[in-house]
T-cell receptor, first 111, second 114 residues
Framework: TQLLEQSPQFLSIQEGENLTVYCNSS?????LQWYRQEPGEGPVLLVT?????EVKKLKRLTFQFGDARKDSSLHITAAQTGDTGLYLC???????????FGAGTTVTVRA | DSGVTQTPKHLITATGQRVTLRCSPR?????VYWYQQSLDQGLQFLIQ???????AKGNILERFSAQQFPDLHSELNLSSLELGDSALYFC?????????????FGEGSRLTVL
């Protein structure tokens, strides 16, 4: 079983719609990161959240870290075709130097 | 371009063989991480090195080994290859070790075992 569970696994929406991707765990994380991966490339960091309840905005992307630091969400407003990709959450637990990744959510934005 | 270089990009080999994947981290980064990405398992952490020393170990098989050299480049050795070892192998680097650091990923080495 994955330490971080992402849902949904696949998401296909029309350009201009909104979407939310979830990342959940039973473990507490000292930090949580979101990456986006495009075909043929490695993941690229979008954001790092470290404080429970923290909300970060990156243009049309809004990231939230749960109060208990066990879960996170990524919300995209008015999705564009350029948002298509695999979205991965990754978390690091205290005293654990491993960054563990969720299985990812494949987002497809149709024109 | 993340600044992390991985070679080879593609590799096709047979079961039972041994291969070596190479990674050059970003200039100035001391940590190197190896991950395996497959369709059914997602991105799985294998091992991390910091300034030449092993720092953390994940689900790395005994048939696999890695090391980081004095010039900070790293190699991942995969031996007695099985069909199930076919995957994308990513190397990533970061300045420090853990604690909110951003990982910069290479483009990966795609291994196909026939």
């Amino acid at each position: 079983t994955q330490l971080l569970e992402q849902s949904p696994q696949f998401l296909s929406i029309q350009e201009g719609e909104n979407l939310t991707v979830y990342c959940n765990s039973s473990s507490v994380f000292s930090s949580l990161q979101w990456y986006r991966q495009e075909p043929g490339e490695g993941p690229v960091l979008l954001v790092t959240v470290v404080t429970g309840g923290e909300v970060k905005k990156l243009k049309r992307l809004t990231f939230q870290f749960g109060d208990a630091r066990k879960d996170s969400s990524l919300h995209i407003t008015a999705a564009q075709t350029g948002d298509t990709g695999l979205y991965l959450c990754a978390g690091e637990r205290s005293n654990d130097y491993k960054l563990s990744f969720g299985a990812g959510t494949t987002v497809t934005v149709r024109a | 371009d993340s600044g992390v270089t991985q070679t080879p990009k593609h590799l096709i080999t047979a079961t039972g063989q041994r291969v070596t994947l190479r990674c050059s981290p970003r200039s100035g980064d001391l940590s190197v991480y190896w991950y395996q990405q497959s369709l059914d398992q997602g991105l799985q952490f294998l091992i991390q090195y910091y300034n030449g020393e092993e720092r953390a170990k994940g689900n790395i098989l005994e048939r696999f080994s890695a090391q980081q050299f004095p010039d900070l480049h790293s190699e991942l050795n995969l031996s007695s290859l099985e069909l199930g070892d076919s995957a994308l192998y990513f190397c990533a680097s970061s300045v420090g070790t853990g604690a909110f650091g951003e990982l910069f990923f290479g483009e990966g080495s795609r291994l196909t075992v026939l």
